[in-house]
């Protein structure tokens, strides 16, 4: 399983990327957001990627975070979501956003993905609404970048050495996640705790942990 790519990005699209590793240059199919954010062309790159394997096709899927990666696996475990679905949810709504859409029962928002119709985007957050709390407790731990020795990377042989290259750890992740982790702590349910601190962190763009704890209790407080 290749795991990760580091090396230097030699083309760009809206839907690939091509990265040269040592001299082998690698097709990276990656969503549109991750495509906007990747530097320019000629400068160091690392990207976390799922090999999809197939009869008569193999292809390279990238990911800036593993929580995003994480996301991109568990899509795809629904029925009807390929991998092209998965990028196209991922592409508009982000690791956070998906997160947050499905903890919320928000099917809208992930019927807003280019080719995602509403019976699909219904299906995905029924399927998956269950298991976004684990994920989001452990979005901070899934978004920070693991050195190269702890995950596989491609390394074919050449005479230059491979460029470094880092991916930057989700800060909202990781509150995201110590805020759950807090709430699951203080006796409140996973879906009840995923379900507020998802609305806080859409309400509070950017907000650390202790913020959207307090702004999550305030939504837990009875009402009346």
Same mark, same amino acid.
């Given at each position: 399983?290749?795991?990760?790519?580091?090396?230097?990005?030699?083309?760009?699209?809206?839907?690939?990327?091509?990265?040269? %590793?040592?001299? *082998?240059? $690698?097709? !990276?199919? !990656?969503?549109?957001?991750?495509?906007?954010?990747?530097?320019? #062309?000629?400068?160091?790159?690392?990207? $976390?990627?799922?090999?999809?394997?197939?009869?008569?096709?193999?292809?390279?899927?990238?990911?800036?975070?593993?929580?995003?990666?994480? @996301?991109?696996?568990?899509?795809?475990? %629904?029925?009807? *979501?390929?991998?092209?679905?998965?990028?196209?949810?991922? &592409?508009?709504?982000?690791?956070? &956003? #998906? &997160?947050?859409?499905?903890?919320?029962?928000? @099917?809208?928002?992930?019927?807003?993905?280019?080719? !995602?119709?509403?019976?699909?985007?219904?299906? #995905? #957050?029924?399927?998956?609404?269950?298991?976004?709390?684990?994920?989001?407790?452990?979005?901070?731990?899934?978004? *920070?970048? !693991?050195?190269?020795?702890?995950?596989? *990377?491609?390394?074919?042989?050449?005479?230059?050495?491979?460029?470094? =290259?880092?991916?930057?750890?989700?800060?909202?992740?990781?509150?995201?996640?110590?805020?759950?982790?807090?709430?699951?702590?203080?006796? $409140?349910?996973?879906?009840?705790?995923?379900?507020?601190? =998802?609305?806080?962190?859409?309400?509070?763009?950017?907000?650390?942990?202790? =913020?959207?704890?307090?702004?999550?209790?305030?939504?837990?407080?009875?009402? &009346?």
């Amino acid at each position: 399983m290749i795991g990760r790519i580091a090396g230097v990005i030699l083309h760009r699209a809206m839907d690939h990327v091509l990265i040269d %590793v040592r001299g *082998v240059g $690698y097709v !990276v199919h !990656v969503s549109q957001r991750t495509a906007a954010s990747l530097p320019p #062309v000629g400068e160091a790159v690392a990207l $976390y990627t799922e090999l999809l394997v197939r009869e008569d096709l193999l292809q390279l899927f990238g990911f800036p975070t593993l929580l995003e990666k994480e @996301w991109h696996r568990l899509l795809t475990t %629904v029925q009807g *979501v390929g991998a092209k679905a998965s990028m196209a949810i991922l &592409g508009t709504l982000g690791a956070e &956003g #998906v &997160g947050r859409a499905i903890a919320l029962g928000d @099917w809208t928002s992930v019927k807003a993905a280019p080719g !995602v119709g509403p019976k699909l985007a219904q299906r #995905v #957050v029924m399927e998956l609404k269950d298991k976004a709390p684990t994920v989001m407790a452990l979005g901070g731990a899934l978004s *920070v970048d !693991v050195p190269a020795s702890e995950e596989e *990377v491609i390394e074919p042989p050449a005479a230059r050495p491979a460029p470094k =290259a880092t991916t930057r750890p989700s800060a909202s992740a990781s509150a995201t996640a110590d805020a759950l982790s807090a709430l699951i702590n203080l006796g $409140y349910g996973q879906g009840e705790a995923a379900a507020a601190v =998802a609305e806080a962190a859409g309400a509070n763009d950017g907000a650390d942990a202790p =913020a959207l704890i307090r702004a999550s209790l305030k939504l837990l407080m009875p009402k &009346g």
